[in-house]
């Protein structure tokens, strides 16, 4: 698999990683046998970097990686930190921030975490020079090797970019998500911060799979929070009215490449963007991981393929989200 600087980091790791959010909870039920064979089958398949959060499961996702942790080599792992607190910018201090990583570290089996990530904190904590200071400190520490920060907005990554020691920013990019492409992916270019794409295919709508009759389960957040009851609205379906989204999709099924699925389709479009370090795919069985995986052997899409996917983002989706993150 082709490989990318991981920003800051200092790591290559592989383009196409595994998001492993699915793994704990709020995609419907996934036993530990199952979601040990995503992970095995992610590695095998030439993964190389891997992203979870303490939250995941309420650490149940940390637990699966750190036991595959156990037996092979050269990963990446990154996880996050923040979201089981209340969210307050009182909260992100170095006390908590400490507390939170040994119950990281202890969870994937670690010394040492390879990257921690502020999971989508308070706007204000951000600008924050005293969260940023005890972030050095968890370094110097030796707590964690590198920091980065996952974001909600495109304001949100502009000022983390602009941290110093800020190594990576999390941001939802995907064909129905282009504002970061505006500011956020030529400025982290610029400071050479590294770029992991989440939520890449729009919680399933860019798999191509889905139709309106699609039902999903009453723990799937799919189900909860469309309309953002649980958390921000954005990370479902990114923020888009589920019959746009399949609209959209209609229109964009004509541009795949022969013998491509949809959703490798909306992974090398995210490929394909200036400045991505590495997209993270979630997957609930080896056959998804293959598939998620088989994006990167894609041809880069064609000028006509990509001028397909602008279209139809400022035709349909740009009305509803543009302005919003």
């Given at each position: 698999m082709e490989t990318r600087r991981l920003g800051r980091t200092g790591r290559d790791v592989g383009v196409v990683g595994l998001g492993a959010w699915q793994l704990g909870a709020d995609w419907g039920a996934v036993d530990e046998s199952d979601a040990l064979g995503v992970l095995q089958a992610a590695i095998e398949g030439g993964v190389t970097f891997i992203d979870t959060a303490d939250v995941y499961g309420d650490g149940r996702s940390e637990r699966l990686v750190g036991q595959v942790l156990k037996s092979h080599d050269g990963l990446t792992v990154?996880?996050?930190?923040?979201?089981?607190?209340?969210?307050?910018?009182?909260?992100?201090?170095?006390?908590?921030?400490?507390?939170?990583?040994?119950?990281?570290?202890q969870n994937l089996g670690v010394d040492t975490i390879d990257l921690v990530q502020l999971h989508c904190p308070p706007t204000p904590v951000y600008?924050?020079?005293?969260?940023?200071?005890?972030?050095?400190?968890?370094?110097?520490?030796?707590?964690?090797?590198?920091?980065?920060?996952?974001?909600?907005?495109?304001?949100?990554?502009?000022?983390a970019i602009a941290r110093p020691n800020v190594a990576s920013v999390q941001i939802i990019l995907n064909a129905f998500r282009l504002k970061p492409l505006d500011e956020v992916l030529p400025a982290a270019q610029a400071a050479g911060v590294g770029i992991i794409a989440r939520v890449p295919l729009a919680s399933g709508l860019l798999s191509g799979k889905y139709?309106?009759?699609?039902?999903?389960?009453?723990?799937?957040?799919?189900?909860?929070?469309?309309?953002?009851?649980?958390?921000?609205?954005?990370?479902?379906?990114s923020g888009v009215d589920f019959a746009t989204g399949l609209e959209a999709v209609r229109r964009l099924m004509p541009w795949l490449p022969a013998g491509a699925t949809m959703a490798q389709f909306a992974l090398r479009w995210i490929l394909d963007q200036p400045g991505v370090s590495v997209v993270i795919p979630g997957a609930r069985n080896p056959e998804q991981v293959a598939g998620n995986i088989s994006a990167a052997t894609l041809a880069p899409l064609t000028d006509d393929q990509l001028t397909a996917v602008r279209a139809t983002y400022d035709e349909l989706i740009r009305p509803q989200l543009h302005d919003r993150w």
């Open positions: 990154a996880t996050k930190m923040g979201r089981r607190v209340e969210q307050v910018p009182e909260n992100y201090t170095l006390d908590n921030f400490r507390a939170w990583n040994d119950r990281s570290r600008s924050n020079d005293e969260v940023f200071d005890a972030l050095d400190s968890m370094v110097e520490e030796g707590r964690i090797a590198a920091y980065g920060v996952s974001v909600e907005t495109c304001a949100e990554a502009l000022t139709d309106e009759h699609t039902t999903f389960s009453a723990d799937d957040h799919r189900t909860y929070n469309r309309h953002g009851e649980a958390f921000d609205v954005g990370e479902t379906f």
